[in-house]
């Protein structure tokens, strides 16, 4: 398939415009959008949203996002709207926030992969929004990215997964917030399936108690069924090892650089993601800083970009572990996932 690569700067008009006939005619586009890299499809065609599996790999029983432009478009998506989700539309739509509720007889069982429930959200990104207008449907997206690896927050790992699978790529550079929304689940008592930009403690401030699902930083236990099916898989995994340091900076790196050195001697090339609190404690080894302990949102935004950048030439890398609260449990929960929940610890 030849796939037309159009700038979202300057070729605005034309990208959304031939983004939306595509998405019209049951083709495939991937998109910017404030969290990661979106591939998108008509999400009320259900035979256009096959395209979406096959094209990623992905595990049919996956449920896909559906993306909308104004709040209103949820109504006919869903059953009705929980006077929960209406306060948290008004406080977080646009943005980083996927809300599941029961859905209506509208939504493609391709969508919601049998489930009796459908995840939707409305993106912040101006570009996003644009495709989503010229579309005239909601855009059901899943992350950009071949199943498994790191989701893409640059064009250029857009390019390498998904170039000759789709019929449009729209360049909107570099991803803000670069992971993948929350998605709470609102059937039942409030609960977060995966942790993102908008925070347990933000969604709290507006509908009281949210619960966090356990799969978020634990693997799914051999006879647990998951609540939010994608934590069924493996996530986010470059093309190397990763091993999580937990424990306090100084432990944590202390830990790093005892297990960088036992591999070192076993022939292994190794690589550090350090933060800036750390660097000092990893001189004479190899490391990028990928951000700042303290400002968990600089890991969110360089976390995925970095795992597929450092993997190339490594064999291991290894990570800090970082406190699970604000946007350091969305952090954690995605580096635990690419690690395939191999940490150590004191
Ligand atoms: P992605 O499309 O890569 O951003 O992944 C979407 C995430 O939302 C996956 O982890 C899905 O399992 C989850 N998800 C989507 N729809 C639902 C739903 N109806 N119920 C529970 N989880 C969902
Ligand atoms: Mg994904």
Redo the contacts with the bound molecule.
């Keep these: 398939m030849n796939t037309e690569v159009f700038n979202a700067k300057t070729q605005k008009e034309n990208g959304a415009t031939v983004a939306g006939r595509v998405i019209r005619a049951g083709g495939l586009v991937v998109f910017p959008t404030e969290t990661v890299y979106g591939l998108g499809a008509n999400g009320l065609d259900g035979s256009a949203v096959s395209k979406i599996f096959e094209a990623k790999g992905r595990p049919g029983d996956?449920?896909?996002?559906l993306h909308i432009a104004k709040k209103s478009d949820v109504k006919p998506l869903w059953k009705h709207i929980p006077d929960t989700a209406r306060r948290l539309m008004d406080a977080f739509w646009p943005g980083p926030l996927?809300l599941?509720y029961l859905k209506s007889d509208l939504v493609p069982d391709e969508v919601?992969a049998g489930?009796d429930?459908?995840?939707v959200r409305m993106p912040e990104h101006k570009t996003a929004l644009a495709v989503i207008r010229a579309a005239g449907v909601p855009i059901a997206a899943?992350?950009a990215n071949l199943s498994g690896k790191p989701s893409p927050t640059r064009l250029e790992h857009t390019l390498e997964d998904m170039q000759g699978r789709v019929d449009v790529i729209i360049d909107g550079g570099d991803c803000e917030i670069g992971v993948?929304s929350t998605?709470l689940?609102l059937v039942g008592k409030p609960t977060i399936?995966?942790p993102g930009g908008i925070t347990k403690e933000m969604l709290e401030s507006v509908i009281g108690a949210v619960e966090v699902a356990s799969a978020v930083l634990n693997p799914l236990g051999e006879n647990e069924t998951a609540?939010?099916?994608?934590?069924k898989y493996r996530h986010y995994a470059p093309s190397c090892d990763v091993v999580v340091a937990v424990g306090s900076a100084k432990t944590a790196a202390g830990l790093i650089c005892r297990e960088y050195q036992k591999a070192e001697q076993e022939g292994r090339s190794c690589k550090i993601f350090a933060t800036v609190q750390t660097k000092n404690y990893y001189n004479g080894k190899k490391y990028v800083i990928i951000g700042d302990r303290d400002m968990p949102q600089t890991l969110c935004a360089s976390l995925f970009g970095a795992l597929r950048d450092e993997s190339d030439d490594t064999d291991i890398i290894f990570a800090e572990g970082i406190p699970e609260d604000g946007q350091g449990l969305a952090y954690m929960n995605r580096l635990l996932r690419a690690s395939g929940f191999t940490v150590i610890k004191h």
């Design positions: 996956n449920p896909l996002i996927t599941v919601s489930l429930t459908v995840a899943p992350s993948e998605v689940s399936l995966r609540a939010s099916p994608g934590m």
